[in-house]
DNA sequence: GTCACACTTGAAAGATATTTTCACTCGCCC
DNA sequence: GGGCGAGTGAAAATATCTTTCAAGTGTGAC
């Protein structure tokens, strides 16, 4: 048992990561650990402090669902828990340097909206980077590389995403393609087999016309993935491979959609050099040859020369 | 007592402190717990995950000399040292980076590749937040903010762009289309005058699909907006404002559209959240409206309740 | 509307870790 | 050589953490 609080002790993120796992578990949670995950976020170095007895106390709750809260964050329980915050606390002192952390307001100057975009998409970037599962990008870039077809699912915002990645597929010589229609996608989606991959891309985890299709491959027997900041969510039952990623908070003026995007490019462009290095004989060719045919169609201008 | 410990803890030394306390106080200490705060100095990440026993056992004292050492290196007892060696081993830990700076290699494992991607492209946020010209965004905000109509240009890439900045703007009420057909941008060119917008983004600055478009546009008096990330490129002879973007470095694997796409979304972004905030009467209505449009498109199984 | 079920929750028992006590050892000085 | 005192660890005492379990609570089915 000790070994395995060394273990996960070991294993913790860098970071920001806390409070995204605060936000990306939340929804698991029940009220009450809510409560504790809250306080917790809100003042980790305060929490540090704290004894089971004297943060349950605090929150209204019991020792036994601060203990419980602890174990959803992923800590093999209390001690540990308070280990991190402790740590985290100090890194957090380290690193912040300025108020960008603050909402972005209706009247904000322009300059501080940049620095604060840049601030959350950078942090939105790091927390899906320590929240993604390697084994399961693994799993899906294998499953990318040695596809026959390459089905990719996405609505609203997530279908750009969804291009992105056929492009980039298209560009190694692998043969995907994008569907934002629901119909054409379930249409589409019935031709798939073993040996096909199928890939959804959504946010809430939840959108039906992102589902449909994804069940029907993965009722055909291809192989199924499924790209949500949500691995609760009802995409999860027909996803072989679940890659999450990070839930930022969102404000007014910014909503999910701009923020997820961040995350869901990032895992896109992932399974894409992970295909690619899987792929190298094949792709690096493939994407010479594709740079060299766009070539012609820039003004000779181009002082890069080349 | 524990009102004495919460003081001494919150008193604690910032950075290296630990070592040098365990310097300065090792001639006060007896041999054993000399042996103690040797070990405790040498790697204070792993003693902090061992408990009074284990460190006890591991320097070859008792429990007591143990918690008798935390007392002299000024903690109230070994679980507040405990805290602090976790707090002190994270932020000695926050100053070192890591190797992340290397380009990714065909034979990476896909860890690496994760953590490499996200902190290129933290980096690449950073720099063109840094490079960006806020009176240019400004002036850019001010033209889309009050435009008839807005006609953006993209091809391959960068259409993506344009699609989603097209999406954002429609959202919030504005009038707004992407191209990435030259033929049918060009002809939708010839549709603008004064008071509308046009915007191209270009990576290489020299796309001439592109900038045919964005030329027509400005010959026909439209306010022209170039995103690029070469202000010195061809496109710019028909941009009335210029926002340039990063420009980071590309290797074989991670071809330019791909860290450009990152660099181009944040002004995009920005661009976005000025519009916003300047029709935030008619924004904010809008934003919600099409919010509550889309709920029923998820399934209920929200499993947030409760 | 009522019942049954599953899930949530906190109280208290149980296990662990930390702190304190105390007796013993060892080295030193007389 | 014997007494004295600091140093030390074993074990008791306490604090802290974890688990169990029974009661509460809401949800869905009938």
């Known amino acids: 048992m000790t070994q395995n609080a060394k273990e996960t002790f070991r294993s913790r993120d860098t970071g920001s990561t806390l409070t995204a796992k605060v936000r990306n578990l939340s929804p698991t949670m029940t009220r009450s650990m809510q409560r504790v995950a809250e306080a917790v976020a809100a003042d980790p170095a305060a929490c540090a402090q704290l004894t089971v007895t004297a943060l ?62 840049a601030h959350e998409e950078q942090q939105t970037l790091a927390d899906t980077a320590a929240g993604l599962d390697v084994s399961q990008l693994e799993a899906a870039v294998a499953a990318l590389a040695s596809a026959r077809r390459i089905d990719v699912y996405g609505i609203g915002a997530s279908a750009l995403v969804g291009q992105d990645l056929v492009q980039k597929l298209l560009r190694i010589g692998l043969i995907a393609h ?31 016309d992102v589902i449909e299709p994804l069940r029907t491959a993965f ?27 990070a839930v930022s908070r ?57």
Chains 1, 2 share one sequence.
């Open 178 to 208: 994008a569907h934002s229609d629901p119909h054409l996608a379930v249409t589409n989606a019935v031709q798939l087999r073993q040996g096909d991959v199928a890939l959804a891309i959504t946010h809430s985890g939840n959108t039906l």
């Open 56 to 117: 349950a106390q605090r929150t209204g709750t019991s020792e036994a669902t601060v203990v419980r809260t602890a174990r959803v964050l992923g800590y093999p329980g209390y001690r540990d828990l308070r280990l991190a915050l402790a740590a985290f606390a100090a890194q957090q002192q380290a690193g912040a340097p300025a108020a960008v952390t603050a909402d972005i307001a209706v009247d904000d100057p322009l300059a501080d909206v940049v620095a604060k975009l």
């Open 219 to 245: 009722d055909r027997g291809a192989t199924t993935v499924a790209i949500t900041g949500r691995p609760d969510g009802a995409v999860a039952k027909y996803a072989d491979h679940i890659l999450t990623t």
């Open 250 to 306: 969102e404000s007014e003026l910014r909503p999910a959609a701009m923020s997820s995007r961040t995350s869901q490019l990032l895992v896109v462009d992932c399974l894409f050099i992970g295909v690619a290095q899987r792929t190298y004989e094949r792709a690096a060719p493939a994407l010479s040859a594709s740079y060299e045919a766009l070539a012609h169609r820039h003004s000779p201008v181009a002082p890069t020369a080349r």
